[in-house]
């Protein structure tokens, strides 16, 4: 089951304006990731958030985390067509109390961007 | 450096085949996990390698194995392939000794087409 859940499933932007994708989670992590998938192709690492931090940035990306409320959102900032893919959130839980997951993380169903030039 | 290398990139089985695909991580990386996506079930864990010893495992049938070699390549295999085994399979490598922390990299998949 997945534990991520995004919002919204699918989002039309025209360049230069800002995307908010949200994720929402079900258990304790110890840090949630974003991660961008293009079409076919594998997904690349974006941005970390570990548990006892609120907020990250990455250049024109901006990542909080609200652990009490276990949600997450990713605002990419002045989009441009190249932005264009699915996001996904994943959530690294530990396995067991204060453990790892051994590489399992979850992922939400995932957010389509397209961003029109 | 190089990034993970899946192969093959495309597969086309027939139900009742076995089917093995291969995955080289980045230099340096000792983790290596496997994912498979498909549209309707996303992307869910199948199975995760540090040192040649598998350390975790997602919720899928005994049909699908994997190993890791000493040189942290991976394979993964699936036996008695089914309909629903088609899907991307994604390998993912990571640096750290445990995944706290420490993002993935992900290889561009081995698109498994099962008829």
């Known amino acids: 089951s997945q534990q991520g859940e995004e919002d919204p499933q699918a989002l039309s932007i025209q360049e230069g304006e800002n995307a908010t994708m949200n994720c929402s989670y079900k258990?304790?992590?110890?840090?949630l990731q974003w991660y961008r998938q293009n079409s076919g192709r594998g997904l690349v690492h974006l941005i970390l958030?570990?548990?006892?931090?609120r907020e990250k940035h990455s250049g024109r990306l901006r990542v909080t985390l609200d652990t009490s409320k276990k949600s997450s959102s990713l605002l990419i900032t002045a989009s441009r067509a190249a932005d264009t893919a699915s996001y996904f959130c994943?959530?690294?839980?530990?396995?067991?109390?204060?453990?790892?997951?051994?590489?399992?993380?979850?992922f939400g169903q995932g957010t389509i961007l397209t961003v029109h030039p | 450096k190089a990034g993970v290398t899946q192969t093959p990139r495309y597969l086309i089985k027939t139900r009742g085949q076995q089917v093995t695909l291969s995955c080289s991580p980045i230099?340096?990386?000792?983790?290596v996990s496997w994912y498979q996506q498909t549209p309707g079930q996303g992307l869910q864990f199948l199975f995760e390698?540090?040192?040649?010893?598998?350390?975790n495992k997602g919720n899928f049938p005994g049909r699908f194995s994997g190993r890791q070699f000493s040189n942290s390549r991976s394979e993964m295999n699936v036996s008695t392939l089914e309909l629903g085994d088609s899907a991307l399979y994604l390998c993912?490598?990571?640096?750290?000794?445990?995944?706290?922390?420490?993002?993935?990299?992900f290889g561009n998949g081995t698109r498994l087409t099962v008829t």
């Open positions: 993912a490598s990571s640096l750290a000794a445990v995944s706290y922390n420490s993002p993935l990299h």
């Open positions: 390698y540090f040192s040649e010893t598998q350390r």
């Open positions: 958030i570990r548990s006892n931090e």
């Open positions: 994943a959530t690294d839980a530990p396995a067991n109390a204060g453990g790892t997951s051994y590489g399992k993380l979850t």
């Open positions: 230099s340096g990386h000792r983790s």
């Open positions: 258990t304790s992590i110890n840090n």
